[in-house]
């Protein structure tokens, strides 16, 4: 049980990093590997015996990013990847591996299982995004909003309970006098105003921008658990 466990857990780590390169600052990551917008799961003996499989190689797709390279070229939840770039993947361990050897714009042939049979897909590796790219956390507090803003990091992700691919900017802090406002600590801020945001200063600047027009409200895209809602965030 105990095996099983730990390969379970080591898969939860996304593909849109390369084990290898964890340890790199977040701009060395996007020069040196391929983004593929996946998060995968390591198999097991028992979940290869559940697909009436006989060895337990290759990993699962749990997710892929909308509009990433794994999207792009077709790959889908479910799928069972056996070949990546030509190496066989015998273990999730051998996937982070080869992910983390490509580059942007590469071309990679992904060979797997995909609701018991067989299919290959060509998938051009991409560029890391700055929205990918969030190492260090950064905070803004805004009075004129009510709000508390940071930067989604990993931490972040974890301790609010974030699904992976989620992208933007917490709100961690809801001024208790602006609670008429609709926003709630935990939301992601995902758009302003029709544009991805991935840093607080980002918001405030829309913010600002649209005092200074005159307008009385953002448009704001947020993520919650339930889904994604579009609210307007008044300008005072």
Do not use: C
Not at 32 to 43: A, C, I, K, P, R
Request: glycine residues 12%; without cysteine.
């Amino acid at each position: 049980m105990a095996d099983r466990a730990n390969r379970v857990a080591s898969g939860f780590v996304a593909l849109a990093l390369a084990a290898a390169l964890l340890a790199a600052p977040p701009a060395a990551r996007a020069a040196e590997s391929g983004f593929l917008g996946m998060h995968v799961q390591g198999m097991s003996p028992e979940t290869a015996a559940a697909l009436g499989l006989k060895s337990a190689n290759g990993v699962l797709v749990r997710d892929v990013a909308v509009g990433g390279p794994s999207d792009q070229a077709g790959i889908r939840r479910g799928d069972l990847i056996l070949k990546f770039a030509g190496h066989a993947i015998d273990s999730f361990e051998r996937m982070i591996k080869a992910a983390g050897a490509t580059r942007p714009g590469q071309d990679v042939k992904v060979e797997l299982l995909r609701e018991g049979k067989p299919a290959t897909v060509t998938m051009k590796m991409g560029a890391w995004t700055e929205a990918w790219r969030v190492g260090a956390g950064a905070v803004a507090s805004h009075p004129d909003s009510g709000l508390t803003l940071a930067s989604l990091t990993d931490k972040l992700r974890k301790g609010f309970g974030l699904r992976w691919g989620t992208l933007g900017v917490v709100v961690t802090l809801v001024d208790p006098d602006r609670s008429d406002i609709g926003l709630r600590r935990g939301d992601v801020i995902a758009q302003v105003n029709q544009q991805a945001v991935w840093k607080p200063d980002q918001v405030v600047d829309n913010y600002t921008a649209a005092k200074a027009a005159g307008r009385k409200e953002l448009l704001l895209l947020i993520e919650r658990i339930d889904g994604f809602h579009y609210m307007l965030l008044p300008v005072k």
